[in-house]
T-cell receptor
Framework: EAQVTQNPRYLITVTGKKLTVTCSQN?????MSWYRQDPGLGLRQIYY???????DKGDVPEGYKVSRKEKRNFPLILESPSPNQTSLYFC??????????????FGPGTRLTVL | DAKTTQPNSMESNEEEPVHLPCNHS???????IHWYRQLPSQGPEYVIH???SNVNNRMASLAIAEDRKSSTLILHRATLRDAAVYYC???????????????FGQGTTLQVKP
């Protein structure tokens, strides 16, 4: 089954404790992206990647890092989480042709709480 | 980015058709009209997209006005599982400047009554 998986699905942590949220897709997609969803603010893009070793900032990248060492994986790293990063996070993937806006497939979400 | 306007909420009865409108008066010639939906406690899900002509797939139909300034997502027979927030999103291709970002507005919350 074609899918995007995220782990963990739920995480409660404390300020300053480094964490990684993993994202993996099995569709051989070039493009991957991370969004966060907050009440009243909708979904906002954090980082995206057009292909292996190619990443770029989205609209709200502060406090986050990403890496794209393999095509299927796109982990989101919070080096020193803070309470304002408490949010619902979604990973997405799609085919990577810049000239055609392909449909994006989303993961089930990771609900992060930073105390 | 061109903006879309949707009603905040709509109601439908189960097994009846639902027409979800979207206005996008500033759409450009290269903008595709995409629809996504987000069911409770799930990630967004692609529904359908089109450029100029009406489109049908297994989930829904998309009717695009001749001037492309508005479109309508049609669910032919709403079920309780169709209760979700529906987002109308314009997606453009700018070649090297395309970040692939989806701009989600507030969407339309669809309630389906049994």
């Amino acid at each position: 089954e074609a899918q995007v998986t995220q782990n963990p699905r739920y995480l409660i942590t404390v300020t300053g404790k480094k964490l990684t949220v993993t994202c993996s897709q099995n569709m051989n997609h070039e493009y991957m992206s991370w969004y966060r969803q907050d009440p009243g603010l909708g979904l906002r893009q954090i980082y995206y990647s057009m292909n292996v070793e190619v990443t770029d900032k989205g609209d709200v990248p502060e406090g986050y890092k990403v890496s794209r060492k393999e095509k299927r994986n796109f982990p989101l790293i919070l080096e020193s989480p803070s309470p304002n990063q408490t949010s619902l996070y979604f990973c997405a993937s799609s085919l990577g042709d810049r000239d055609i806006p392909h449909e994006q497939f989303f993961g089930p979400g990771t609900r992060l709480t930073v105390l | 980015d061109a903006k879309t306007t949707q009603p905040n909420s709509m109601e439908s009865n189960e097994e009846e058709p639902v027409h979800l409108p979207c206005n996008h008066s500033t759409i450009s010639g290269t903008d595709y009209i995409h629809w996504y939906r987000q069911l409770p406690s799930q990630g967004p899900e692609y529904v359908i997209h089109g450029l100029t002509s009406n489109v049908n797939n297994r989930m829904a139909s998309l009717a695009i006005a001749e001037d492309r300034k508005s479109s309508t997502l049609i669910l032919h027979r709403a079920t309780l599982r169709d209760a979700a927030v529906y987002y109308c999103i314009l997606r453009t291709h700018h070649g090297s400047s395309n970040t692939g970002k989806l701009i989600f507005g507030q969407g339309t919350t669809l309630q389906v009554k049994p």
